[in-house]
């Protein structure tokens, strides 16, 4: 998808501050972060949202979770607590329509967050 934004920082033509990459995800600093660690965790391939999601996405699930579990160890919140986010549709937030997690931690969270 030439003209999705995560699409094109998965392909390198827009630049990001990569934290971690595998062979089906990216994970990447928020340009707007929410909290001192923001970090997006993507997959490379498009899937516009969860509502998008089929069951032959299961790997890719399974790959996103395996990378959120990385990441806040490479940032050290996985014993201080984080919270995992994912925005659906227009009314929920979701700017760019392509499925990513938002890892957010590195101080105390208030609830409810919306």
Same mark, same amino acid.
């Given at each position: 998808?030439?003209?999705c934004l995560f699409c094109r920082i998965v392909t390198k033509q827009i630049p990001a501050t990569i934290v971690e990459e595998t062979?089906?995800?990216v994970?990447? *600093?928020d340009i707007n972060p929410k909290a001192p660690v923001h970090i997006l965790v993507i997959p490379k391939e498009h899937v516009a949202s969860l509502m998008d999601l089929k069951p032959e996405h299961a790997d890719i699930l399974e790959k996103l979770h395996q990378a959120i579990q990385r990441v806040v160890r490479l940032?050290?919140?996985?014993a201080t607590g984080f919270r995992v986010v994912v925005n659906n549709g227009k009314d929920s937030g979701q700017a760019?329509?392509?499925i990513h997690y938002h890892v957010l931690g590195g101080? *105390?969270?208030?609830?409810p967050p919306g």
């Open positions: 998808m030439t003209d062979d089906q995800t994970a990447f *600093r940032e050290k919140i996985d760019v329509s392509h101080r *105390r969270l208030n609830w």
